[in-house]
């Protein structure tokens, strides 16, 4: 990563959000598997702009909510974020938004 070090946890998650960039997010996902696309970034972006503005990681009703106003049904299902991230939104897209790993925390 350009010789920058992000201090992450045993599991990859960024220890300080506030460290956070677009480079992490792509190295995390290549790591992941995932190949970055704009329905993404959609997501992470979301993710990114609720911690900056509640300093708190957004929860996934909350996120399926906004999305059903913003793109309508079929960006707000938990189906079209399993899509996009696999492993789910706790454990693929905050890591990728860089959020710090959330603990006993329901995505519902």
Not at 55 to 84: D, M
């Amino acid at each position: 990563m350009n010789n920058i070090n992000f201090e992450t946890d045993k599991s990859g998650f960024l220890k300080n959000p506030e460290h956070w960039n677009q480079e992490f997010a792509t190295y995390i996902a290549e790591h992941e598997n995932i190949s970055l696309s704009e329905n993404h970034w959609e997501v992470i972006n979301y993710i990114r702009k609720q911690y900056v503005e509640n300093n708190k990681v957004p929860e996934l009703r909350k996120l399926l909510t906004a999305f059903k106003k913003e793109y309508g049904l079929h960006k707000s299902t938990r189906k079209y974020i399993y899509h996009l991230f696999p492993y789910g939104y706790a454990q693929q897209a905050c890591k990728i938004a860089g959020m710090r790993q959330i603990k006993n925390w329901s995505t519902g």
